[in-house]
């Protein structure tokens, strides 16, 4: 498999080969952001660091009046598991023979990264006085907890009042080809932690104890069958997973005393995380349950309308593919869901998802420079005057 040594690169795929050779696994940057920083700074770019915790954020902004659009993503990338899985290092890029970018964080979101990064310099190159303002927000803690990243950030931001009013997160949206998807919003998360209280015994002599396991699954099953709602134009209806169970001695002979259950909601607007709450519990107590249940609210539901940014995103995936692209709400969270806090429109739009997480992540490096392409167009609809379409 060829390595990239002798090959002529892109500006875009330079960077995003120097971005994936550093193992940045999560809350780690490993240097990725210093890197960013260089090219910013030098752009002009007024710089901030923005450390949390272990975590390492920048916030850097170019200019000094108008609307304000910044890209966000994330330099942490997830464990690559066992190297001896993978057919290349994860943490040494290369082009293979069919032009596959190869490498952990190649999709999720290295890429991305390299491509706003040459959008920009362009793009100020082209527009040195341009109108608007041009930011980056940038994190190691999407992938972790995403408790000391984005958004921390946003809370910072949101203390000094500063304005956002455009963000393109560069997650990888694209399913079938680049640019076929852009993500104008997400469902809400909502998980919860059930603990069923029984009495432990022998199985021998049931009429002795209770068994958590027999009380839970009457409801659970009523959870599962529960309609919650409908939906909407703009986000399937909500669903309910369980996604572990755990009770039991390891014994085949012994009653449990409790049982957990792991679920999640991901939800749409048609209901709030407090009527979820209200109606779990409610259908719990219904079947006289003895239990605690721990709420966890992973992020709201939101929806970018079609307006300036959602225009402008469909205009550049247009204009540089020649394809118009679908909208959609689908998928899991993302930091969008900080940011979209702040009032600002935020589209999510990146290369194929096909590969993400997984071992011999890749991305086609010819999509790296389109997607440069229409980061590009999309500044220049929103931050230019009479090419706007």
Same mark, same amino acid.
């Given at each position: 498999?060829?390595?990239? @040594?002798?090959?002529? /690169?892109?500006?875009?795929?330079?960077?995003?080969?120097?971005?994936?050779? !550093?193992?940045?696994?999560?809350?780690?940057?490993?240097?990725?952001?210093?890197? =960013?920083?260089?090219?910013?700074?030098?752009?002009?770019?007024?710089?901030?660091?923005?450390?949390? +915790?272990?975590?390492?954020?920048? *916030?850097?902004?170019?200019?000094?009046?108008?609307?304000?659009?910044?890209?966000?993503?994330?330099?942490?990338? #997830?464990?690559?598991?066992?190297?001896?899985? *993978?057919?290349?290092?994860?943490?040494?890029?290369?082009?293979?023979?069919?032009? =596959?970018?190869?490498? !952990?964080?190649?999709?999720? =979101?290295?890429?991305?990264?390299?491509? =706003?990064?040459?959008?920009? @310099?362009?793009?100020?190159? &082209?527009?040195?006085?341009?109108?608007?303002?041009?930011?980056?927000?940038?994190?190691?803690?999407?992938?972790?907890?995403?408790?000391?990243?984005?958004?921390?950030?946003? @809370?910072?931001?949101?203390?000094?009042?500063?304005?956002?009013?455009?963000?393109?997160?560069?997650?990888?949206?694209?399913?079938?080809? /680049? +640019?076929?998807?852009?993500?104008?919003? !997400?469902?809400?998360?909502?998980?919860?932690?059930?603990?069923?209280?029984? !009495?432990?015994?022998?199985?021998?002599?049931?009429?002795?104890?209770? %068994?958590?396991?027999?009380?839970?699954?009457?409801?659970?099953?009523?959870?599962?069958?529960?309609?919650?709602?409908?939906?909407?134009?703009?986000?399937?209806?909500?669903?309910?997973?369980?996604?572990? /169970?755990?009770?039991?001695?390891?014994?085949?002979?012994?009653?449990?005393?409790?049982?957990?259950? #792991?679920?999640?909601?991901?939800?749409?607007?048609?209901?709030?995380?407090?009527?979820?709450?209200?109606?779990?519990?409610?259908?719990?107590?219904?079947?006289? /349950?003895?239990?605690?249940?721990?709420?966890?609210? %992973?992020?709201?539901?939101?929806?970018?309308?079609?307006?300036?940014?959602?225009? &402008?995103?469909?205009?550049? #995936?247009?204009?540089?593919?020649?394809?118009?692209?679908?909208?959609?709400?689908? +998928?899991?969270?993302?930091?969008?869901?900080?940011?979209?806090?702040?009032?600002?429109?935020?589209?999510?739009?990146?290369?194929?998802?096909?590969?993400?997480?997984?071992?011999? @992540?890749?991305?086609?490096?010819?999509?790296?420079?389109?997607?440069?392409?229409?980061?590009?167009?999309?500044?220049?609809?929103?931050?230019?005057?009479?090419?706007?379409?």
């Amino acid at each position: 498999m060829p390595t990239t @040594e002798s090959q002529a /690169l892109s500006p875009t795929l330079e960077l995003a080969i120097d971005l994936l050779a !550093r193992p940045s696994v999560t809350p780690d940057d490993e240097g990725c952001q210093a890197l =960013m920083i260089e090219r910013l700074a030098a752009l002009g770019f007024h710089i901030e660091r923005l450390p949390f +915790g272990e975590v390492d954020n920048f *916030w850097a902004v170019r200019g000094h009046h108008g609307p304000v659009l910044a890209f966000a993503g994330h330099t942490d990338v #997830v464990p690559s598991g066992p190297h001896t899985n *993978w057919e290349t290092p994860p943490f040494a890029p290369c082009i293979d023979a069919d032009g =596959m970018l190869r490498g !952990r964080g190649a999709a999720d =979101m290295k890429g991305s990264l390299a491509a =706003m990064v040459t959008a920009v @310099e362009r793009f100020v190159a &082209a527009h040195p006085d341009h109108h608007g303002k041009l930011a980056f927000l940038i994190t190691s803690d999407e992938e972790g907890p995403a408790v000391d990243g984005t958004r921390a950030v946003v @809370e910072h931001l949101r203390e000094r009042h500063e304005r956002l009013d455009y963000c393109i997160v560069g997650e990888p949206s694209s399913s079938e080809r /680049l +640019g076929d998807v852009i993500k104008n919003g !997400r469902r809400g998360s909502l998980g919860g932690v059930l603990h069923v209280k029984g !009495r432990q015994g022998h199985v021998a002599y049931p009429q002795l104890a209770t %068994n958590p396991i027999h009380a839970a699954i009457p409801a659970l099953d009523a959870l599962v069958r529960e309609h919650w709602d409908d939906g909407n134009t703009f986000f399937p209806a909500t669903s309910f997973q369980v996604s572990n /169970l755990r009770a039991g001695t390891g014994a085949t002979n012994v009653i449990p005393g409790e049982l957990e259950a #792991v679920f999640n909601f991901r939800y749409s607007t048609e209901v709030t995380h407090e009527q979820l709450r209200a109606r779990t519990e409610a259908i719990l107590d219904a079947h006289g /349950l003895d239990y605690r249940l721990d709420w966890t609210l %992973n992020g709201e539901p939101f929806l970018t309308a079609e307006g300036e940014l959602v225009k &402008a995103t469909i205009g550049g #995936v247009e204009a540089i593919t020649g394809q118009r692209p679908a909208l959609s709400t689908s +998928g899991g969270t993302s930091d969008g869901r900080f940011i979209a806090t702040l009032g600002s429109q935020v589209v999510e739009l990146g290369p194929l998802n096909a590969t993400i997480h997984q071992v011999n @992540e890749r991305v086609r490096a010819a999509d790296l420079d389109t997607l440069s392409d229409i980061y590009e167009a999309i500044l220049v609809r929103l931050f230019t005057s009479g090419e706007a379409s």
